[in-house]
């Protein structure tokens, strides 16, 4: 293209970032494509010679993406550009994570919307009924005791992702772009559906009408009620963080298995003494969700999914002395710290 003069793009030629909420998702609502679902991740580097952090970006086969691009730009026979030095990067060893509390137990501070739903056969509503725009939405029953439940998701009806708790433990979890799904709920008093919009389909005209959550009448008889949880960084940071009694991981058990007791925030703080750089934080020892640090959401992690397992953190975010660092861990994960580190991992 250059040697014929031609005119192109790079896209990205700088990578970013989308922080908080703002990953969207490709894919299509045909009724033949209604599987196509891949939420973007919270990197938006997308192979760019320059990454997220504006350093040289390196390609999969571990080569320099910043230099060939260059390379082919440039021509043999074109002295070099000077660039500027990259951002400086720190590794600030692990953050100690010492007080938490579940969110179930703490609705009244993250709930909007709370929604009054009669089971019958119209559809529990949707994120966008509920003027719910990002985070989750939990929809659980009045309380009436049920049977043993036998329920399977299909992709027309679960977007995104959906926890079920039976009185707050865990049963199963159902995801959109592998249904249908299968998931046994014991019996019990209480039914929970803890749905995550995981981002919407953002292109497309059969795609951009993707509505958000379980969209199918509730299995068990009786009323039910829909609350949204938008995860807003202001109610976050103003939970009332206690430090626990014991934790298992003190108490030398393991986390607990799929089956335990629900989403987790986590608090810690990061001290700095010095004016702060660029950092990662890697999230090996973490199952899913979302991280904030001095109320700035920094996005969403899937440890077991990747390909990402850090979360890009800008020097602007922090602050000399102390940062709060907040993980809402969807299952629960008993992990007691989060490790600051100098580059990004994209390997589990």
């Not at 719910?132 to 977007?159: D, K, R, V």
């Amino acid at each position: 293209m250059v040697a014929e003069n031609a005119s192109f793009s790079l896209y990205m030629a700088h990578g970013g970032t989308n922080f908080g909420h703002w990953s969207g998702a490709n894919g299509d609502q045909t009724s033949e494509g209604r599987r196509s679902f891949k939420p973007d991740i919270t990197s938006y580097d997308y192979s760019s010679p320059i990454s997220e952090a504006g350093e040289h970006n390196v390609g999969s086969d571990g080569g320099d993406l910043f230099l060939a691009v260059q390379a082919a730009i440039l021509g043999a026979a074109q002295p070099p550009v000077a660039e500027p030095p990259a951002p400086p990067k720190a590794a600030y060893g692990a953050i100690q994570l010492t007080s938490s509390l579940p969110l179930l137990d703490h609705l009244a501070a993250l709930g909007e919307e709370v929604v009054p739903v009669e089971a019958g056969e119209a559809p529990l509503p949707s994120f966008e009924d509920l003027s719910c725009w990002y985070g989750l939405l939990l929809y659980q029953s009045a309380g009436q005791p049920f049977g043993e439940l036998q329920m399977s998701f299909s992709s027309t009806t679960l977007h995104d992702r959906v926890q079920v708790l039976v009185d707050g433990v865990e049963a199963g979890t159902a995801y959109r772009a592998s249904c249908p799904q299968d998931v046994t709920a014991p019996a019990g008093s209480l039914l929970q559906f803890l749905v995550e919009n995981m981002g919407r389909i953002n292109y497309g005209a059969n795609g951009l009408y993707d509505f958000k959550g379980l969209l199918a009448p509730p299995p068990v008889a009786g009323n039910w009620s829909a609350t949204c949880i938008p995860l807003r960084p202001e109610q976050v940071s103003a939970l009332p963080f206690a430090a626990p009694a014991a934790s298992a991981a003190s108490q030398g058990m393991p986390p607990p298995a799929a089956g335990g007791g629900g989403p987790v925030f986590h608090r810690g703080e990061l001290h700095l003494a010095s004016p702060p750089a660029d950092t990662f934080l890697d999230t090996a020892g973490w199952s899913k969700g979302y991280i904030w640090v001095n109320g700035v959401g920094l996005g969403r992690y899937w440890e077991a999914a990747g390909p990402q397992h850090t979360l890009y953190l800008p020097a602007p975010f922090l602050r000399q002395g102390s940062n709060e660092i907040v993980v809402l861990d969807l299952h629960g994960a008993q992990a007691s710290s989060l490790l600051s580190v100098s580059s990004p991992r994209y390997t589990a």
